[in-house]
């Protein structure tokens, strides 16, 4: 039931955008921030090249321990996804294929976690091209 | 920064630390966690240096628990500590008495943030009142080690997010926070790692992040399969 709860934090994410986010604490919490990150530059509400937070301003606005707030900004600029300028911040890459690319592995990850729910409840791959189909053309 | 070797504390036949070995790092949260009688005040008053072990060690900076340490190691304990013809301010300056570190700036500034006035008086204080009073009275000191036992205790619902907040801001590279609660859940996002303490023995001691990635559970839910003894860890 995993994806369900996942959808969920997601929608909640959506409804309550530029306030906080609800947190699934059953998964790493520095995940969950990176990924919302992204989600914030995949759908413009960052832009490349943008600066972001400091690290200190980061963890007061996800309400996350500062420690937690520094592993997120090595870990995106381990992926690529952003960089350091000395004595400047931390900045958004202005590399748009990595933003591409980050799109396309979240929509990936959705239709997968949805096709395997499916699954579970014993969809057929035809009845589920078909529920989408139906689901599209509402 | 801390470290406490083989701590036995018992009073009389009941032993409320058992044997209990755990290190303290720098720039640090820690969640202590246990239930009640399970041993989190003791390890405190020990560490705080108002109650000594039985046996076992504890060292703090390579030194033993004593004035030296006092001066760095700010505690909030639970219970109230004020007394009743002090108002606000008074319980400022009485702090600014005893410890070297306290800065009125700072404590103005939490106070205001808490809305606390200074003119009130202590003992006229709502419990939830009370309770951000302590916070601000010890979060008003430069210390390297913060121990809050139970910061949430009294405060309802609405304010513990502005509680948790002022506890964030406080944190940084140079100091460390041991915060005991039994409301695991309004710790999750906070901590580095959990202490889990039951019947005085420490059962785990590990990064949250850590714990929630093996298990796929919350630092709350891993608290109650411990404590229900459910599960290996």
Redesign the interface.
């Given at each position: 039931m995993y994806y369900l709860t996942s959808a969920l934090v997601k929608c909640k994410r959506e409804a309550k955008e530029g306030e906080e986010v609800e947190f699934d604490h059953t998964r790493p919490i520095y995940m969950q921030v990176i990924e919302d990150i992204k989600l914030r530059i995949i759908r413009g509400e960052l832009k490349v090249g943008d600066k972001l937070p400091s690290t200190r301003e980061l963890a007061m606005q996800y309400q996350i321990n500062p420690n937690t707030a520094s592993r997120i900004y090595n870990e995106l600029e381990q992926e690529g996804f952003c960089y350091t300028k000395r004595g400047l911040g931390t900045f958004i890459t202005e590399d748009e294929t990595m933003i591409i690319e980050a799109k396309e592995t979240m929509a990936e990850k959705l239709i997968e976690d949805c096709i395997n729910g499916l699954k579970q409840l014993n969809y057929s791959e035809n009845e589920v091209i078909a529920l989408f189909q139906k689901k599209i053309g509402e | 920064m801390l470290k406490c070797e083989s701590l036995t504390k018992k009073y009389g036949s009941k032993l409320a630390v058992h044997n209990l070995t755990l290190n303290i790092e720098k720039?640090?949260?820690y969640a202590l966690l246990g239930s009640n009688g399970s041993g989190k005040t003791t390890l405190m008053k020990m560490i705080a240096g108002l109650t000594h072990p039985t046996s076992g060690t504890i060292l703090y900076e390579n030194q033993p628990i004593g004035i030296a340490s006092k001066k760095e190691i700010a505690y909030m304990p639970t219970d109230s500590f004020f007394y009743k013809y002090m108002s606000i301010k008074d319980v400022g300056k009485y702090y600014k008495d005893f410890f070297q570190d306290f800065d009125e700036e700072k404590y103005k500034e939490l106070l205001e943030r808490m809305e606390l006035s200074e003119k009130l008086k202590a003992s006229s204080l709502s419990t939830g009142l009370g309770a951000k009073l302590k916070l601000c009275v010890t979060l008003a000191r430069k210390a390297k080690l913060y121990m809050l036992d139970e910061p949430l205790n009294g405060i309802d619902i609405i304010a513990r997010?502005q509680v948790?907040?002022t506890i964030?801001?406080a944190?940084?590279?140079e100091n460390s926070f041991i915060i005991s609660s039994h409301l695991v859940?309004e710790l999750?996002?906070?901590?580095?790692e959990a202490i889990f303490i039951k019947n005085g023995v420490l059962e785990l001691n590990r990064s949250?992040?850590e714990l929630?990635?093996q298990y796929?559970?919350?630092?709350?839910?891993i608290y109650k399969m411990i404590y229900l003894g459910k599960g290996e860890f």
């Open positions: - | 720039g640090k949260v997010e948790m907040n964030l801001e944190m940084n590279e859940d999750e996002t906070v901590i580095d949250a992040e929630r990635a796929n559970n919350s630092i709350s839910e």
